[in-house]
């Protein structure tokens, strides 16, 4: 499966950006589907995730202002983002999980395809 993540870009604090990843090859109707991100300097750290069965986890840092939403029949998986702070900037990554456990795995190595990332820069 193919992965192309689209939608970052520069916003202030506190505004908006919703995120797209588009699958294509096999559909990831069966996969369980997560945003990872990676700041410069830092380790990739995950950032939210749903399961095939739309059972969905986020880490704590974007509960209440993130949401992941799934359209299989576009094989499309969405990171809404709000209320966004400088600390979130970073390269984002969507990526498959082919395991489609009942539940999200956080950790990178859980995902076995990534997308190539889209920068989101939030200035103060």
């Known amino acids: 499966v193919q992965l192309q993540a689209s939608g970052g870009g520069l916003v202030q604090a506190g505004g908006s950006l919703r995120l797209s990843c588009t699958a294509s090859g096999r559909t990831f109707s069966r996969y369980n589907m997560g945003w990872l991100r990676q700041a410069p300097g830092k380790e990739r750290e995950f950032v939210a995730g749903?399961?095939?069965?739309?059972?969905?986890r986020y880490a704590d840092s974007v509960k209440g202002r993130f949401t992941i939403s799934s359209d299989n029949a576009k094989n499309t998986v969405y990171l809404q983002m709000n209320r966004l702070k400088p600390e979130d900037t970073a390269v984002y990554f969507c990526?498959?999980?082919?395991?489609?456990?009942?539940?999200?795995?956080?950790?990178?190595?859980?995902?076995?395809?990534w997308g190539q990332g889209t920068l989101v820069t939030v200035s103060s």
């Open positions: 990526a498959a999980d082919r395991t489609a456990l009942a539940v999200v795995r956080s950790y990178s190595y859980a995902y076995e395809y």
């Open positions: 749903i399961t095939w069965s739309s059972s969905i």
